[in-house]
Structure formats: C-alpha cells, structure tokens
T-cell receptor, first 113, second 107 residues
Framework: ETGVTQSPTHLIKTRGQQVTLRCSSQ?????VSWYQQALGQGPQFIFQ???????GRGNFPPRFSGLQFPNYSSELNVNALELDDSALYLC????????????FGSGTRLTVV | GIQVEQSPPDLILQEGANSTLRCNFS?????LQWFHQNPWGQLINLFY???GTKQNGRLSATTVATERYSLLYISSSQTTDSGVYFC?????????FGKGTRLHILP
C-alpha cells in the first residue's frame, strides 16, 4: 500500500511567479484535499477534489486553483505569488464522505522571495 | 464558523514524564481527530475519537462531546514523541485544525 507523496519537497520562487505542486493519492483513495500551513500555525484548508471536481473550498483567493486527474493524483497551482504564500503545503487523500482516515503527505515547503 | 483551541501552546518535559493536551471546540461535532506532526512535516493520524476513550500503547484520548473538549494523554514520554500535536474537526466538509501544542521531550 503506497502512501501520499508530494513533489517537490522544497521550492523557492520569486514574488509574482506561478507555481505548481503535485500530490499522488494513497492507493484506493479518490478524494484529495490541500492545506496551507504557515510557520507556527495549524494547517488551513484550501480545497478538496472528488472525481476530478472541486467539492469544497476554504477562504483562499481564486489565484489558488487545482486539478485532479483520472488516477486521483492532484495539482495545486498558485498564480501571482505573494510573500505571504510562503508556507508548507500539505495534501491528504481519503475515501469520499469519510470524516476520518486521512493520509497526509510530507508536504512541499514553498518560499517566496 | 467553528473555533478549535488547543492548550498549552508549548510543553517541555523530561523523558519519562506524563502529559495531557487539551482541545476545546466551539460547536457540536462528531468527528474529532488527533494528529502528530513530526519534525519532517508529516501529519500522522493518532485517533479518530468523536466521543469516549481510546488507547493505543502509551497514548490515549478522551472526548466529552457534550462539554466540547477532548484530551490527549501521553504516558512515559520518549524523545520520539516530540513534535506538534493537532486536534481537528470536520466542519462544513472542511477539516478545521487547532493551532497545535508543540511538545519537546528532553533526554
């Protein structure tokens, strides 16, 4: 049974650039959710995808967007990067409508300079 | 929206000590979870405990849903227990995390 893998592990971008982060789901999981974790804070929910469609979104602007692919892997895209976007980005996979059993990846640490 | 508050924010203990971490939530929930975030950033699910008590080795958790709190107990702490402990609830199809308790176990 494979876990959740995220890539890259670390990334440095310049303000105004665009970034794509990737996540592969645990085998058998078809729901993926993304979180932003600023230093010293708890993870904040960005959005969730099920069957390639967004089905829940937190308080993040439209420049945060995502995709889910038929193999349930997922991408998080952030346009027009701002300094405050610097954070650890986590993805988690789960079975649909199941309020437990989330498997998290180790995250991508994004630094915007 | 729902508020999830954890205490204490930081805890430093000697190896072998016991600890109690607390999570308060502002509204009725039926899906509270505890996570441990290791130094490499990965979140590990410790307990799904909407109510009652569960134990797993040196760790146990109790949720009193009617009083809107949950407790995580760690007995005989080891240095590998260090990290950040989060409680989280699912609210409006979103996982809402507390700010965490940072635990340092000294050898």
């Amino acid at each position: 049974e494979t876990g959740v893998t995220q890539s890259p592990t670390h990334l440095i971008k310049t303000r105004g650039q665009q970034v794509t982060l990737r996540c592969s789901s645990q085998s058998g999981h078809n729901t993926v959710s993304w979180y932003q974790q600023a230093l010293g804070q708890g993870p904040q929910f960005i959005f969730q995808y099920y069957r390639e469609e967004e089905n829940g979104r937190g308080n993040f602007p439209p420049r945060f967007s995502g995709l889910q692919f038929p193999n349930y892997s997922s991408e998080l895209n952030v346009n027009a990067l701002e300094l405050d976007d610097s954070a650890l980005y986590l993805c988690a996979s789960s079975l649909p409508r199941q309020n437990y059993g989330y498997t998290f990846g180790s995250g991508t640490r994004l630094t915007v300079v | 929206g729902i508020q999830v508050e954890q205490s204490p924010p930081d805890l430093i203990l000697q190896e072998g000590a016991n600890s109690t971490l607390r999570c308060n939530f502002s509204d009725s929930v039926n899906n509270l979870q505890w996570f441990h975030q290791n130094p490499w950033g990965q979140l590990i699910n410790l307990f799904y405990i909407p109510s009652g008590t569960k134990q797993n080795g040196r760790l146990s958790a109790t949720t009193v849903a009617t009083e809107r709190y949950s407790l995580l107990y760690i007995s005989s702490s080891q240095t590998t227990d260090s990290g950040v402990y989060f409680c989280a609830v699912v609210w409006d199809d979103k996982i809402i995390f507390g700010k965490g308790t940072r635990l340092h176990i000294l050898p």
